[in-house]
């Protein structure tokens, strides 16, 4: 996972609402702070948002994971998740409490809060890609004005 030292997890408890948990190739866990994501390349990252409005999950932005799907496991709330599928059409999923949404590899979603939420995430953190809402025209373009 690089040559940065991340932190030993073993026999310890972490704060999972300010740490993320990375997984590496070697199969081990290390926990890891938000602003080491940049600077460190697990395989995966674990993490949890805890989302009062649109404003905590960037709601008018669309992202897209091109390194691999995101498995979205919605702890309390609920939450309308938009997935913008090739063909330029949206399509909506109202997740509930308890439930669990991949998101397959490379498609632009965005998420809308309906009730507060805790949303447990597991992703690849290398090269996700966001867009403005308004530009959602041209995210399976020919790539102009991305």
């Keep these: 996972m690089g040559s940065l030292q991340i932190m030993d997890t073993t026999m310890m408890a972490i704060d999972f609402h300010s740490q993320l948990i ?3 190739t070697d199969k ?3 926990t890891l702070s938000w602003n080491m994501l940049a600077r460190v390349a697990p395989d995966w990252v674990v993490g949890i948002v805890t989302a009062a409005n649109d404003q ?3 709601a008018e932005i669309w992202e897209r994971h091109p390194a691999g799907d995101e498995i979205l496991y919605l702890i309390e709330g609920r939450l309308l998740l938009t997935l913008l ?3 330029k059409q949206e399509k909506s999923i109202d997740l509930l409490t308890g439930q669990v949404f991949i998101v397959p590899q ?3 979603h ?3 809060v309906i009730e507060p939420a805790q949303l ?3 992703k690849p953190p290398v090269g996700t890609e966001h867009r403005f809402h308004a530009d959602s025209e041209s995210l399976y373009g020919d790539g102009k004005g991305l």
């Design 22 to 24: 990375a997984l590496g």
């Design 28 to 30: 081990r866990a290390s």
């Design 56 to 58: 905590a999950v960037h």
């Design 85 to 87: 599928l090739e063909d």
């Design 106 to 108: 490379g498609i632009w």
């Design 110 to 112: 965005r998420i809308h």
């Design 120 to 122: 447990l995430f597991v």
